[in-house]
């Protein structure tokens, strides 16, 4: 006797998406009870690519909707207006979103529009405050209320999850699917199946520190902060930096003032995935305001400064492996020599321990997918 297939529909547009919904795509892909859609919305072109590549995961629907300098409501709009066909069109059992963007909230939306149950992936983070981070606070905080299931990583974001009246049964942790991800490309690095980039400008006799950093909220004065703490620390005769610098100009124009020329910097292009996560595995120090790297970083054993003043995170704070320091200039530069010269402090934040997940997320939202499309009604399932 022949079962019907379950049929889903991921919808995502960016880099961190598909990082985390591609180890998602190809276990459902793997497994004979679903059949599987990805419609991809492009809202960031170049970075999206590089990642399916990795995964070798190909759209069935790519709307390729990215305009330069696009504000939120123009993508918003396009995105949702872009989605209805395709939805009409795959007709899917559930539809699946991840994280905390633009197109996360207009996935959910679109679905919701179409009464199709919509799967949450990483539901659950909160800062508690709707501008920070903008706008994806607000996009998770309506993702939420649009969704049917949620996915949580942790059980401090399912905790967050029922207080605000999600019903139990409707939440599940499951671990972070972009540990699934970061740990099958350290593997195959491991492995020598995949490969990062040659690194001759690097000195193996000192001590990398990999920076990332790109948030809106710290456009202007906090960005000035940053680099100022960065070039006192590249003055270090034991320190080399590496600062994949992002393309928005707000980025750009205090990096290059602030950093151009000096000797023990290099500022790079924004990296591909797996040469970033094989540059993370080189690193004696992470310095982010990335949401994604806050939970790869303790997976390679790796402390993290954060360069936020909250963080939806906090998991990895309490576990001691992530510090809070915001664009502080002199606690950055503070906090950054604690880790380069006291040792005990550093052995104690980079101890492999990562309560994000074990890399088995993906066969878990697989079993809940399942669960519940075999005992529910998608007309009812509100």
């Known amino acids: 006797m022949s079962h019907k297939k379950h049929r889903t529909l991921f919808i995502f547009g960016t880099r961190p998406e598909a990082i985390k919904l591609c180890p998602v795509v190809n276990h459902l892909r793997s497994r004979p009870e679903f059949e599987v859609s990805v419609c991809v919305t492009a809202q960031h072109r170049a970075l999206l690519d590089q990642v399916l590549a990795v995964f070798e995961v190909v759209p069935d629907f790519d709307l390729d909707l990215m305009l ?53 992936v990483e539901a659950g983070l ?10 994806e606070e ?3 905080l309506l993702a939420t209320r649009l969704a049917t299931l949620h996915f949580a990583a942790t059980d401090w974001a399912a905790g967050n999850l029922y207080r605000e009246g999600v019903p139990a049964e409707r939440v599940a942790v499951t671990g972070n699917s972009g540990i699934d991800a970061v740990l099958y490309v350290r593997d195959k690095l491991e492995q020598g199946k995949l490969h990062g980039l040659d690194w001759p400008q690097l000195d193996p006799s000192r001590k990398l520190i990999v920076v990332t950093a790109h948030r809106r909220e710290s456009f202007g004065e906090g960005f000035e902060r940053i680099c100022a703490a960065l070039a006192r620390l590249s003055e270090r005769p034991d320190v080399q930096i590496v600062y994949p610098v992002h393309p ?19 500022l790079v292009d924004p990296l591909e995935y797996v040469p970033f996560v094989d540059l993370m595995r080189r690193a004696w120090l992470l310095i982010t305001d990335s949401g994604g790297v806050q939970e790869e970083g303790p997976s390679l054993g790796k402390p993290i400064l954060v360069l936020r003043e909250k963080t939806e995170r906090p998991e990895a704070v309490q576990a001691g492996t992530v510090k809070l320091v915001g664009t502080d200039t002199e606690c950055i530069v503070r906090e950054a020599t604690r880790l380069l010269e006291d040792r005990p402090e550093y052995d104690r934040m980079s101890r492999i321990h990562n309560p994000y997940g074990d890399g088995h997320a993906s066969g878990r939202i697989a079993d809940l997918i399942i669960s519940f499309l075999t005992t529910s009604s998608s007309q009812i399932f509100r």
Request: positive net charge.
């Open 68 to 120: 330069p300098n696009q504000t939120l409501s123009q993508s918003t709009s396009r995105i949702v207006a872009g989605l209805e066909p395709v939805l009409r069109s795959a007709h899917p059992d559930m539809v699946l979103v991840q994280g905390d963007t633009t197109t996360t909230f207009s996935g959910a939306l679109a679905g919701f529009y179409q009464k199709i149950p919509v799967g949450h």
């Open 138 to 140: 607000m996009n998770r």
């Open 248 to 266: 928005n100009p707000n980025v750009q124009a205090p990096v290059r003032r602030h950093l151009t020329g000096r000797p023990n910097v290099l």
């Open 126 to 135: 909160r800062t508690w405050d709707i501008w920070q981070p903008f706008p």
